[in-house]
């Protein structure tokens, strides 16, 4: 039996028992769990009956163990007995009385969702456009990707792959980091110190010479952010860049094409199916933004930090891939942790509204994900994984089911609302007159945007 007292808009006080049966498994489990750690006299460590180890250090021995091997499932159950949907761990447990044993606990629960217009939204989106330019760029970044690098016996210049060895120094003292031998680099690449590359430039074979340059005030080392400092740069080699030939013999190197034209067709192609799905994704953003802006929600704060926390995780990994920890990252950027937090709360803010926003309208609109729409989903996974449906239906468990009709809910949603929504160009803004302009000043901050 379990009673619900509404504290405040969306937080509510449960009342239940955690029946004496189920404490007395759970103390019976605590016993197990524990026992090795207690000593008994004429019993060896670990061996003492439970009744022995409560007998010698108090009948409540196992009782703290025990609340919260218990607690779990009851709270679990009166949750379920009054259709409540927490959305954060429950706080401010207090235990009202031990026999029977009733708890108090404060939750959070899920808001109600009062739904605004979301069909038939007009949203503003910029059509697909693949230029011949466009296309040119994409070819020239291969093909500087495939550039073959020649020694020469002259300056270098911009665009020139030298070799060299360095020694960087801050007030005529070294610091780590700041010595290397061979290294290459591209000039004009921009991957070493502002100020760096462009006194490279002019350089020749054999000659030293010393750089001045200052590091950037954002540095990621605190201890050379914003100082001079002096590099002796030895050149050891220039290379030229030499660009393949954009011929048929270029197109079978990069491609599984014959010719150039079958390549450059190819990655038009590519470059249009890959914008017209950017489209679509910006196309499904804004149309669950609209419908989220047009809907009303008391968004409990616990699950924007939750939202938050898994940002911070998903940049966390991100970054570890990269070889780089959060600690460093901040540092680089400049800011402290709860900074970092406080900007990726807005975006958290509507992430939570529009999966709120769009599983009210699943609701509204009785969506559900049926055997046919379940079958295509694990088809996909089994084609994805290289198994057969058999081998893939027989892992699913019943977590990952709900997961997969989850999806498809989603996916239906959305289609329903971008079927049903009017994309349009975004207006151009027109500009004003000249003589407007004279007579009509105005600060920067509202002066039209061309």
């Not at 001045?212 to 990621?220: I, K």
């Not at 954009?246 to 450059?264: G, N, P, Q, R």
């Not at 046919?372 to 027989?394: P, Y």
């Not at 089911?401 to 239906?412: H, Q």
């Amino acid at each position: 039996m379990s009673t619900v007292k509404e504290l405040e808009k969306n937080k509510v006080q449960v009342e239940f028992e955690i029946s004496a049966e189920a404490v007395k498994n759970a103390k019976v489990e605590a016993y197990n769990k524990n026992k090795g750690k207690f000593s008994v006299p004429g019993f060896r460590k670990g061996h003492a009956p439970k009744g022995m180890i409560e007998q010698y250090y108090g009948e409540g021995v196992f009782f703290e163990d025990a609340f919260e091997i218990a607690f779990p499932d009851a709270y679990s159950a009166a949750l379920k007995e009054n259709n409540i949907i927490a959305v954060s761990r429950p706080e401010n447990v207090d235990i009202l009385s031990m026999e029977p044993l009733k708890v108090t606990a404060e939750v959070y629960t899920k808001p109600e969702v009062e739904l605004g217009d979301y069909k038939g939204l007009t949203v503003e989106v910029d059509e697909v456009k693949i230029t011949d330019e466009a296309v040119d760029n994409a070819i020239e970044e291969v093909r500087g990707k495939n550039a073959s690098f020649v020694n020469v016996d002259r300056e270098a210049t911009i665009g020139d792959m030298v070799i060299i060895d360095y020694s960087g120094s801050v007030d005529g003292v070294k610091f780590d980091g700041g010595t290397a031998e061979n290294q290459q680099l591209e000039l004009g690449s921009h991957t070493f110190i502002p100020g760096f590359e462009e006194q490279v430039v002019g350089m020749k074979v054999d000659e030293t010479k010393d750089i001045n340059v200052t590091f950037p005030e954002q540095y990621h080392s605190k201890d050379l952010a914003g100082k001079d400092a002096v590099f002796t740069v030895t050149v050891h080699e220039v290379k030229e860049k030499q660009l393949p030939e954009l011929d048929d013999e270029f197109a079978v190197d990069v491609s599984e094409f014959d010719t150039f034209d079958e390549y450059k067709a190819d990655v038009k192609a590519k470059m249009i199916a890959e914008a017209d799905e950017r489209r679509k994704n910006v196309v499904e953003n804004e149309v669950i933004k609209a419908a989220a802006d047009n809907a009303t929600i008391d968004i409990p704060a616990c699950m924007i930090d939750q939202q938050v926390d898994y940002k911070m995780q998903e940049m966390q990994y991100s970054l570890m891939y990269q070889g780089i920890d959060m600690p460093t990252y901040l540092q680089y950027i400049g800011a402290t942790e709860e900074q970092l937090k406080a900007e990726l709360r807005p975006a958290a803010e509507e992430t939570v509204k529009s999966q709120l926003v769009l599983e009210a309208i699943i609701k509204a609109e009785n969506i559900d994900a049926d055997k046919e729409d379940i079958d295509k989903e694990i088809a996909k996974r089994a084609e994805n994984q290289k198994k057969t449906v058999e081998e893939v239906s027989a892992d699913m468990t019943e977590d990952m089911l709900e997961y997969i009709k989850d999806r498809v809910r989603f996916d239906k949603v959305i289609e329903l609302l971008v079927s049903t929504a009017k994309v349009k160009k975004p207006a151009k803004k027109a500009a004003k007159k000249k003589t407007e302009a004279k007579t009509e000043e105005k600060p920067a901050s509202e002066q039209p945007q061309e």
